[in-house]
C-alpha cells in the first residue's frame, strides 16, 4: 500500500482512533458518539472469541502459542487471544489506535503492539503459531486486502492456522424454482486415492436440464460431499461458481478442489449443484453423482489445485461515515486465494460479527 491510496487509508484510520475508537473498531449506529460502554465493548470481544474457539474445537485446530492479531485496534481481542497464548503481538496501522490499546491492556504481560505500515508485516517468515483478524479486511481496499492477505500467510508457519473473517455482498438470492435448478453431472476426472487431509482436484462437465438458464449472478455452485456407508461424512467441501451464464441443454466443465477426509477410510464422493444459501439441487430430485474414493496413507498426493484463482471483485460499497468505506469480497475469491498460497480451508462459517446487507463468514485455514 503505497502513496497517496496508503496515506489517505492510515488518515481515516488515524483520525477514527483520535475522535472515536470504540466505534471504530464497532460500527453500531448507535454507539457513535463515545457511546459504547467500556465493559459492553469487551465483553462483545469475549462473545467474538467464544465464537471463533468453539469453530476451531469443532475442527480440532488452535492458533497455539505465539500468536498475531492482525488490524488489532484497541486490543479487545488480544487481550482475549492472552489467555491461550503465550506471547500476543498486536499490529494495527494507526497509532492512535494503539495508544489506547496500551492504555486498555497494560496489566497484559503478555501482549504487545506494534504500529505497521501497510505493506509488509515487521516479521521473519514463520514467526506465528497462529494469526487472526476480525472485522478488519472489508475496511481495506482490494489492492490491500490481497496484500495483508499475502503477508499473514507468509508469517505463519507451516502447519499453522489462519482465522480471517471477511464480508461478501449478500446474495439475497431468489429461489430459482425446481424446473430451474435441474442438472446433469459427468465426472471427468477425480482421484482413486488421496492421502487424509490433502487437496486434491476434480473436474465435472454439468448440462442444464431445467426450463431456464442459470444466471452468474445468484450464487449457483458446483459443490460436493463426502459419504461413509452412505452416511454423510462431510457436509460441506468445495464450491466453484459457474464461469458464465447457462442456458438449457447447455454444457460447462467445472474444476473444483476438494479435500480428503481427515480420517482414513472407504468414501464416495458425491458431487451436487447448489444455490448458496438456498438449497442442494438433490433437494429438488435433481440427480447427484457418486465416485468412491480410497483415503489412505498410502495414496500418492493428490495433485493440488493452484491455478483457480477468480480474476474479478466485488464493486466496492463507499460508506459515509467518517470516511470508512466497505469492500466485500466473494467467498469463492477467497477460498480460490487461500487454495492458491497452498492453505487448506478447513471451514467458512457464517458468523455474528457483520450485520445485513452483508454476508458475513469466518475463514480457517491451515498452512
Known sequence: MVGELGQAFRDVWEY???TDPYWGVMSYPDRRGGRWD?????????????????LM???????????????????????????DASAVVGVDIADSMLVRARELNADQGRVEFRQVDGRRLPFDDDSFDGAISLMVLQHSPPAVQLAALAELVRVVRPGGLLVVHAVAPSPDA???????????????????????????????????????????????????????????????????????????????ELTMSVRAPDVPGRYELELDMMQELVAWWSQFDSPTVRTPVLVT?????????????????????????????????????????????GGTVLAIEPDPFSEPPWDSRTYLVRF
Open 174 to 252: 431468489r429461489e430459482l424454482g425446481a424446473e430451474v435448478c435441474r442438472a446433469e453431472i459427468d465426472v471427468v476426472e477425480v482421484p482413486a486415492s488421496m492421502c487424509p487431509g490433502v487437496t486434491g482436484m476434480v473436474r465435472a462437465r454439468v448440462t442444464n436440464r431445467g426450463v431456464a438458464e442459470w444466471p452468474v449472478g445468484e450464487e449457483i455452485r458446483l459443490g460436493n460431499h463426502w459419504l461413509e456407508g452412505g452416511a454423510v461424512a462431510v457436509q460441506d467441501d468445495g464450491r466453484v461458481d459457474l464461469p458464465h451464464v447457462v442456458r438449457p441443454g447447455e454444457r460447462v
Open 57 to 83: 474445537e469443532s475442527r480440532g485446530v488452535g492458533l497455539g502459542d505465539r500468536v498475531l492479531d492482525f488490524g488489532c485496534g484497541v486490543g479487545r481481542l488480544s487481550r482475549v487471544l492472552a489467555e
Open 38 to 54: 467500556l465493559d459492553e465493548f469487551f465483553a462483545y470481544g469475549v462473545r467474538d472469541m467464544t465464537f471463533v474457539r468453539n
Open 16 to 18: 477514527v482512533g483520535r
Open 297 to 341: 496413507e498410502d495414496a500418492e498426493p493428490a495433485q493440488q489445485v493452484a491455478d483457480s484463482v477468480p480474476a474479478s471483485y466485488a464493486d466496492v460499497v463507499a460508506a459515509d461515515t467518517e470516511g470508512i468505506e466497505m469492500h466485500p469480497i466473494p467467498i469463492s475469491l477467497m477460498q480460490g486465494l487461500f487454495q492458491h498460497m
